[in-house]
């Protein structure tokens, strides 16, 4: 079996242009929002997947290079230039987006109480998820859904979007842009990039994150048990 040959420190690992592929899903109502695939190349999946960190417990925490490897640090600094956040805000509607200040999450796994409905809080301007997980169960647990309503999980504005390797999926804070994903356990690698309002509002983030992290770190088991039977149209405002 032939291994790949390492990518080029001078190569992006994201190209701007893969955003107009002609499969690349746009749309503007209910609320704007796009999916693109194959967004990152192939050769990369291995060192992305080596560098990915390993969380001792399930959910989003802020982004710290030193908990990455190289590769996967390349690829986040990238995600949160403004040449990319400029041609995702572009697609969306929005000009200069990458002026905004960014806050990148990383989540390794879920837990079953992830994923109810909500819109995000309106410190967010653009939402942005980048998928690194190379295979998918035959299950709709854990695939992004973009839906009409807050009630109702599978009223759903497209297809689902499997949370695949190199698939982007990206939508503007709005009132309604109500999205979530059935209940899933278990390894679920996504790198989550928001663009901000303010500067306050990330570093006010950045330390709930930490906190939550600590609080996961001690409780983990309770953390694991809230919410795992909860319904299917959870939901919450924000």
Known sequence: MSIPAPIAATTPLLDELKL??????LRHAPFSFLVAHEQLPR????????DFPRYDSAGF??????????????????????????????????????????????????NKRHGTIHTDSKSKIVTALLYLNEQWPETDGGCLRFLRRIDDIDDMVVPQVRPLFGTLAAFRRADNSFHGHLPYEGERRVIQIAWLTSEE?????????RLSRLFKK?????????????????????
């Open 20 to 25: 107009q592929r002609e499969d690349t899903l």
């Open 61 to 110: 925490f802020p982004w710290d290079p030193a908990e990455c490897g190289p590769m996967l640090n390349r690829l986040i600094e990238e995600l949160a230039s403004p040449r990319i956040a400029n041609a995702i805000g572009a697609r969306l509607g929005l000009a200069e987006l990458g002026k905004s200040p960014s806050l990148v999450t990383i989540c390794r796994s879920l």
């Open 218 to 238: 001690l409780f983990g088991r309770l953390d694991r048990r809230l919410g795992a039977g909860r319904d299917r149209n959870a939901a919450h405002p924000d």
């Open 43 to 50: 050769d990369a999946a291995n060192e992305l997947a080596r």
């Open 201 to 209: 509002e990330k570093q006010r983030k950045t330390r709930r994150g």
